[in-house]
């Protein structure tokens, strides 16, 4: 008798892994529909009045919070302020008062350094503005939020309805009804889209990454960003290839590229460039024309190339951490793939407390 494993033949080729469609149009949606509860809280601290508006986190959430404040940095004059969650406990801030306003993610709910913030914050006598994913956590109890709202996944999308109404309360976003009557019209589609292009593409990359460790495993892959862009950048390199993977990465800022790192970029240097549509693109375009001059290992992921069909060219720039995360979402599912070990394995290293 002959056998042929057919049935447990490994697919090849691209394939959409570990993609639901239904499910990231319904978190996408359901985030957005969040807007009038996002509204309902920041008319209350309004009302309240605020000295300073600050975006605090910790790993993954740090980044978004360094995401929606250089987002409203260029656009806005009300006092908002990224910190480190670990760095205001040991460091404090001297501008930051009872009056004060704390807005956080935090995914499970439990985080160490993110609970003894908000005893800190509430021993000062601020308030806490919490998106928390997981019920019947810490941070969820009653003595730990001011302001609350249950939805998991999407804290960059969440911010960022933050960042939109504060500055339409502060006058300084007229078009705020037309802009997001166009996101919850079309984004959940688009960032589908997005990974339904980009699936083949990041197919690829993982297949020739994951190729190239195998030869280099001591060498370091490099991920550049600025802007929105560079949180995506921070966390991806740290939080995704370190953490889940297990790949030594570096990551670095456009503006800071060139006072130091470039000075080690050769030809097999493995590098990855982030390239969204804000006001810090200039900065990211400098890097795209220096690559080519030294390396010959070099990707370039610019949202620019996507289609997002329905959003308008003026509010492109707005989403395009979303549109790399969607792009970086398929990407991780093929270098699970190719890296034979499943992204869980990190929990071991949780039982140890560090």
């Given amino acids: 008798?002959?056998?042929?494993?057919?049935?447990?033949?490994?697919?090849?080729?691209?394939?959409?892994?570990?993609?639901?469609?239904?499910?990231?149009?319904?978190?996408?949606?359901?985030?957005?529909?969040?807007?009038?509860?996002?509204?309902?809280?920041?008319?209350?601290?309004?009302?309240?009045?605020?000295?300073?508006?600050?975006?605090?986190?910790?790993?993954?959430?740090?980044?978004?919070?360094?995401?929606?404040?250089?987002?409203?940095?260029?656009?806005?004059?009300?006092?908002?302020?990224?910190?480190?969650?670990?760095?205001?406990?040991?460091?404090?801030?001297?501008?930051?008062?009872?009056?004060?306003?704390?807005?956080?993610?935090?995914?499970?709910?439990?985080?160490?350094?993110?609970?003894?913030?908000?005893?800190?914050?509430?021993?000062?006598?601020?308030?806490?503005?919490?998106?928390?994913?997981?019920?019947?956590?810490?941070?969820?109890?009653?003595?730990?939020?001011?302001?609350?709202?249950?939805?998991?996944?999407?804290?960059?999308?969440?911010?960022?309805?933050?960042?939109?109404?504060?500055?339409?309360?502060?006058?300084?976003?007229?078009?705020?009804e037309a802009y997001n009557k166009e996101m919850e019209a079309h984004l959940a589609q688009v960032l589908v889209d997005v990974e339904k292009e980009a699936d083949a593409w990041a197919y690829e990359y993982a297949k020739n990454k994951v190729a190239f460790l195998a030869d280099h495993p001591d060498l370091p892959h490099y991920f550049i960003g600025s802007g929105n862009q560079y949180g995506a950048t921070y966390s991806y390199a740290m939080c995704y290839w370190e953490e889940q993977m297990w790949i030594r990465t570096k990551s670095i800022s456009c503006q800071e590229f060139f006072h130091g790192m470039q000075e080690i970029i050769v030809a097999d240097t493995p590098v990855t460039l982030f390239m969204g549509e804000d006001k810090q693109r200039p900065l990211a375009e400098r890097v795209a024309r220096f690559l080519p001059k030294v390396c010959a290992n070099y990707t370039v992921i610019d949202t620019k190339e996507l289609e997002l069909k329905g959003i308008s060219e003026e509010n492109r720039g707005s989403i395009s951490h979303l549109v790399m995360h969607g792009v970086n979402n398929r990407v991780d599912a093929y270098m699970e793939l190719f890296l034979r070990h499943p992204l869980s394995i990190r929990r071991y290293y949780r039982q140890f407390d560090y």
């Avoid at 350094?113 to 997981?134: N, P």
């Avoid at 709202?149 to 911010?159: A, C, G, R, W």
């Fill in 1 to 176: 008798m002959s056998f042929e494993a057919k049935a447990w033949k490994e697919t090849e080729g691209p394939f959409l892994k570990d993609f639901n469609e239904k499910e990231a149009i319904d978190s996408v949606n359901g985030a957005l529909a969040l807007r009038p509860q996002i509204e309902k809280v920041i008319d209350q601290i309004w009302d309240n009045g605020f000295d300073g508006i600050y975006f605090i986190g910790i790993g993954g959430t740090y980044a978004s919070s360094m995401q929606v404040e250089v987002y409203m940095r260029g656009r806005s004059k009300l006092p908002v302020f990224v910190e480190n969650a670990a760095e205001f406990l040991t460091t404090g801030n001297k501008r930051f008062t009872d009056k004060s306003v704390v807005i956080y993610s935090s995914v499970s709910g439990n985080t160490k350094e993110m609970v003894q913030l908000v005893d800190r914050v509430h021993e000062i006598g601020a308030k806490v503005f919490a998106f928390i994913d997981t019920p019947g956590t810490t941070l969820t109890a009653p003595d730990k939020q001011d302001y609350l709202i249950m939805y998991p996944k999407n804290e960059q999308l969440k911010f960022y309805m933050v960042a939109n109404y504060l500055m339409y309360k502060n006058g300084e976003f007229p078009q705020y």
